[in-house]
């Protein structure tokens, strides 16, 4: 194949979902990413399951990827992964500031056994100041990153948290474009590599600023941020489920009174205007609430439609793989995985016209590519044999 | 300056936010974005403004942007773009499927002009299929893809909007990462270009499927996503305010435990191993918001930090600017905006220990760079100040 990223070799010592993530989107692109994994292995691999061998999450964070089963505390395995970076192109971990120092493998050391290396370091809050050791889950760095506050329904209600891990995914979205550009450099100038460190706190804050922060933007002169949050959203429940409907222009504002047959509100002056309906945002949408009760959600889609007002049926999840536009997009496919059958996965979001995608990727059993990866780095059956035996490095064994 | 992204030309005819975002963050990794508005403006300049000249969202998603204004109405407007493609590395839009071809400006004609141009669309839907043509909202784009349905507080509750551009935000991103993707292939490659496509609807699956739609992989066995949803989040009220506090492995728990003086939980069957903590989850959850509604925040913290449980304030959005571990990732800086005095912007998430990111950039006045954009194509400044009568191209007037 012949992605945007194929030839580049990726050493990942990362787990859980920041740094894997991040590197399944170069490994779609066409990277070989050799997934290092502990005895242990990672521990979304059995999140949720009980004797299964793979969690849904595992095998979308890793699909792609070879797993490499290695001890770190033993000397020789540290060693084994010097050498697997020799020729390797970027390195990333996601341990807590200062582990990978301690093993032995800090950028300064695998810098001067490769140059050229790009060496990715993701944390939760940066490698100093009062949290840095702090332990990280995604609600953490919510909490620090205004989101719950965001989430909160009015300017007195309590904050909530988003039900979804924003901080990790956009670090790991964050991280693979910071990877792509720093290889992009690299081939564009002296070939060297460079230390490129993410922390979630600062990618959420990034990714946030725009729109949810935005409010603070002018100094001095910041905006009462909650003040105005509607307490309501733009979901409205019809009498067989839920639709989003919403007009921001005169003309789409227009429509929505046609489609919803209220056209004494086209002349109503507290919403004849784009400010009125700002001001009467709770009458206006407490009024269509009322109206959209009454029918059911396929008649108002359809006039709503045909009256050119954006708008969609709100989809539970299992309802999106039935969804027509989504079929239409072929987004998600279904293959056969080795180990657990059938299974559902979505390709990446961006499609390229020249480049492929890995099509079809399977996320590894743990230490499934050690003997494989190792050989290729020049050891004989015999050294393996001598490393697995002294625990050293772990295949997968028959029953896993 | 020297940025990864630095000696890249990209011409960029997106609005709103999808697009700008995208383009801003190679903006700031040094790319030369030359924005071309209509005489209108982008709709984002203005956006919840009176009558100042700029609006935040506005500032974060185009600063270091230069911008043209050009009438694309007009045949010789159409004409100054195909002159600015010449040379240019990138071209990007993001109207609804088919107005950039109408405009004379689709994929065919910009690549016979300049073979080596990565062409970017990004759409809400996708570019065929029953929903292409429709109006684009986020709400519209988070109710086909489940965020909704995530966010909804229990298996009964009704769904919920995140109240932050979520799809628009991760279409950028994803776009960002492709367009680097798709420029490094180039490098390395034949110097061809190619056409790079992002649909809102399948950036965002892609984004929420390693967790948020993991329960759709397995084929004829998906998991029932909403069953097990909690009722409460992970955001306990305090004597004085909100905090987040988790625990998941046993010595975490057991740290909990200690932290809010209850070592009976310890011995407690409901909650001494992680498959009860799971299944009690409402009792424990509840169970700890009563303890922690006794005592202040800052005493909370201190106690659950010293078990080295995860834990943090919750911060509401004024708050993150005078946190201590915020202010010591110098994220957030201050600099002066010709207009609009003093500002405060986040610098991006990734850190590059070589490259440079762009200083204290600033977002442009409409048509602020027109005459040195139109310039730099060679035309003199008769032919600019023709094209200005001639109501084709734009410069800022005195008072915008």
Redesign the interface.
């Known amino acids: 194949m012949s992605?945007?990223?194929s030839?580049f070799k990726i050493v990942d010592l990362s787990s859980v979902?920041s740094g894997p993530?991040a590197t399944v989107?170069l490994a779609d692109?066409g990277a070989d990413v050799i997934k290092v994994e502990s005895p242990q292995g990672d521990i979304v691999r059995r999140m949720g399951l009980g004797a299964t061998s793979m969690?849904?999450?595992f095998?979308?964070?890793n699909r792609g990827k070879r797993s490499i089963c290695i001890d770190l505390k033993e000397d020789s395995g540290v060693e084994l992964i010097k050498k697997l970076v020799e020729d390797a192109d970027v390195f990333i971990q996601n341990f807590r500031p200062g582990v990978i120092e301690r093993m032995g493998l800090g950028y300064d050391v695998l810098k001067a056994i490769n140059p050229k290396l790009i060496f990715v370091s993701i944390s939760g809050?940066?490698e100093?100041?009062?949290?840095?050791h702090?332990?990280?889950?995604d609600?953490?760095?919510?909490?620090?990153?205004?989101?719950?506050?965001?989430?909160a329904d009015s300017d007195r209600a309590?904050?909530?948290?988003?039900?979804?891990?924003?901080p990790?995914?956009?670090?790991a979205?964050?991280?693979?474009?910071?990877i792509?550009?720093?290889?992009?450099?690299r081939?564009?100038g002296d070939g060297?590599g460079?230390?490129?460190?993410?922390?979630m706190?600062?990618?959420?804050?990034?990714?946030?600023?725009?729109?949810?922060?935005?409010?603070?933007?002018?100094?001095?002169n910041?905006?009462n941020?909650?003040r105005g949050?509607l307490a309501q959203?733009?979901?409205f429940?019809t009498k067989d489920g839920?639709?989003?409907c919403?007009a921001?222009s005169d003309s789409?504002w227009e429509g929505m009174c046609l489609a919803l047959d209220r056209t004494e509100w086209m002349d109503d002056e507290r919403f004849n205007t784009p400010f009125g309906r700002v001001k009467n945002a709770k009458a206006r949408l407490e009024g269509m609430g009322d109206v959209l009760k009454s029918k059911t959600s396929a008649v108002w889609l359809e006039r709503l439609?045909a009256h050119?007002?954006?708008?969609?049926?709100?989809?539970?999840?299992?309802e999106?793989?039935q969804?027509?536009?989504?079929k239409?997009?072929e987004?998600?496919f279904?293959y056969e995985h080795p180990n657990?059958?059938?299974?559902?996965?979505?390709?990446?979001?961006?499609?390229?016209?020249?480049?492929d995608i890995r099509s079809k990727p399977i996320a590894p059993a743990l230490g499934e590519h050690t003997a494989e990866v190792l050989g290729s780095l020049g050891l004989s059956d015999e050294d393996i044999a001598s490393l697995v035996g002294a625990g050293v490095v772990h295949r997968p064994t028959n029953d896993s």
Chains 1, 2 share one sequence.
């Open positions: 992605g945007p990223l030839g979902i993530v989107l692109q969690s849904p999450g095998v979308t964070a809050f940066g100093t100041g009062p949290y840095a702090k332990r990280v889950y609600p953490v760095i919510q909490a620090l990153t205004g989101l719950p506050d965001i989430q309590r904050p909530k948290m988003m039900r979804t891990i924003i990790d995914k956009v670090t979205l964050t991280t693979a474009q910071a792509t550009a720093a290889l992009l450099e081939e564009r060297e460079q230390h490129v460190k993410v922390a706190v600062d990618a959420t804050i990034a990714f946030l600023w725009p729109e949810g922060l935005a409010g603070l933007t002018m100094v001095g910041e905006a941020v909650r949050q959203d733009l979901i429940e839920y639709i989003t919403g921001v789409e439609e050119d007002v954006p708008c969609a049926p709100v989809l539970s999840r299992p999106i793989l969804n027509e536009q989504i239409n997009n987004l998600i279904e657990l059958g059938q299974i559902r996965q979505p390709r990446p979001g961006a499609k390229f016209s020249r480049s």
